[in-house]
């Protein structure tokens, strides 16, 4: 998984305007692609806070143990299905890399990280905390979608003071059968207990998006973006 790390991941990017002040890097679920949330920025309706540049970054192909060993889009490997007994340590932490590395390029590009918020749903949800909470630079915000906090018992040891407060919204839906309701107030225990800022929403849906939940979503980057 090396290459996940020496060389910036493929992207799709849309900017809602000339010379973007923020960034939101968004990034996808198992098996799927940056092409997975792209339709969301004009459903979130922001053009009343200025450019805006999204990168929807496109997970490394790997094996899958939890599907059989099929190769596919993936930020790290999944081992069982409660997705907490045994996980991809290794994996998570080369795609945490990779995501810094993204963030690395848009300060290069005149986006200050105080200016970057991370999403991502399912396991990009689990890659925003792995990689938010552990950031040495401030973000504007994190956001966590239908997912859950990976490797939780390290992290009140390796997060970064830098990003104690900074907001947190997550959302998850009640009828989730992929990533399970419990893994997503687990994961709000933890970062309440850790002192974080969280937001927590819930929908009566499936491991899915929905409208309110997007609109949501729409409110809290109003919030955080300034």
């Known amino acids: 998984m090396n290459d996940t790390v020496n060389k910036l991941l493929e992207s799709l990017e849309l900017e809602t305007g000339p010379h973007p002040r923020y960034s939101v890097i968004w990034l996808h679920g198992l098996g799927a692609d940056g092409n997975d949330f792209a339709p969301i920025v004009p459903e979130l309706q922001l053009g009343e806070l200025g450019p805006i540049r999204f990168v929807f970054p496109h997970a490394p192909m790997r094996p899958v143990t939890i599907n059989n060993g099929m190769t596919m889009r993936a930020w790290y490997d999944i081992y069982m299905a409660?997705?907490?007994?045994?996980?991809?340590?290794?994996?998570?932490?080369?795609?945490?890399?990779?995501?810094?590395?993204?963030?690395?390029?848009?300060?290069e590009r005149g986006i200050p990280t105080e200016r970057i918020i991370l999403a991502g749903f399912s396991q990009g949800?689990?890659?925003?905390?792995?990689t938010g909470l552990r950031?040495?630079?401030?973000?504007?915000?994190?956001?966590?979608?239908?997912?859950?906090?990976?490797?939780a018992s390290l992290a009140p040891s390796e997060r970064h003071e830098a990003n104690a407060n900074t907001p947190i919204f997550l959302a998850h839906g009640t009828m989730d059968p992929v990533v399970a309701y419990e893994r997503a107030q687990a994961t709000l225990q933890a970062l309440e207990t850790m002192g974080y800022d969280v937001r927590f929403k819930?929908?009566?849906?499936?491991?899915?998006?929905?409208?309110e939940e997007v609109r949501d979503i729409a409110d809290f980057l109003r919030e955080i973006i300034v």
């Open 135 to 151: 950031h040495p630079e401030k973000l504007a915000g994190i956001i966590g979608l239908s997912g859950y906090l990976p490797l």
């Open 82 to 107: 409660d997705l907490v007994r045994r996980e991809d340590a290794e994996g998570l932490r080369a795609s945490e890399q990779a995501v810094r590395a993204l963030i690395a390029r848009e300060n």
């Open 202 to 211: 819930s929908y009566p849906m499936p491991h899915s998006v929905c409208l």
């Open 125 to 130: 949800c689990a890659m925003s905390l792995q």
